[in-house]
Nanobody, 122 residues
């Protein structure tokens, strides 16, 4: 199983980025997918999750209304659209997958991508 995250970069506060995570080696349409992030010196934290059919999504209050998770099962890809970015969104962003319902816990996910760095300047 391989999860390949991409799309990170440097953006000014208030800007937007879209992250992508391409999956291979698994039946993507049967996996719940999640995005997490880890800032320097901090624990990895939940950002978004989407169930296998894309009908249910969940976000923490810190990104709700600014970030949108979506998926394209035909392309085995999950996306994270990030708008109105803030300096506190700076982190390495990871995608993850699990064969169960959505979860906010890092320990509940079976597979992880390598991460992509997002830097938001003020």
């Amino acid at each position: 199983v391989q999860l390949q995250a991409s799309g990170g970069g440097l953006v000014q506060a208030g800007g937007s980025l879209r992250l992508s995570c391409a999956a291979s080696g698994l039946t993507f349409s049967t996996y719940t997918m999640g995005w997490f992030r880890q800032a320097p010196g901090k624990e990895r934290e939940f950002v978004a999750t989407i169930t296998w059919g894309g009908t249910y999504t969940e976000y923490p209050d810190s990104v709700k209304g600014r970030f949108t998770i979506s998926r394209d099962n035909a392309k085995n890809t999950v996306y994270l659209q990030m708008n109105s970015l803030k300096p506190e969104d700076t982190a390495v962003y990871y995608c993850a997958g699990r064969r169960a319902l959505g979860s906010r816990s890092t320990g509940d996910y079976d597979y992880w991508g390598q991460g992509t760095l997002v830097t938001v300047s003020s």
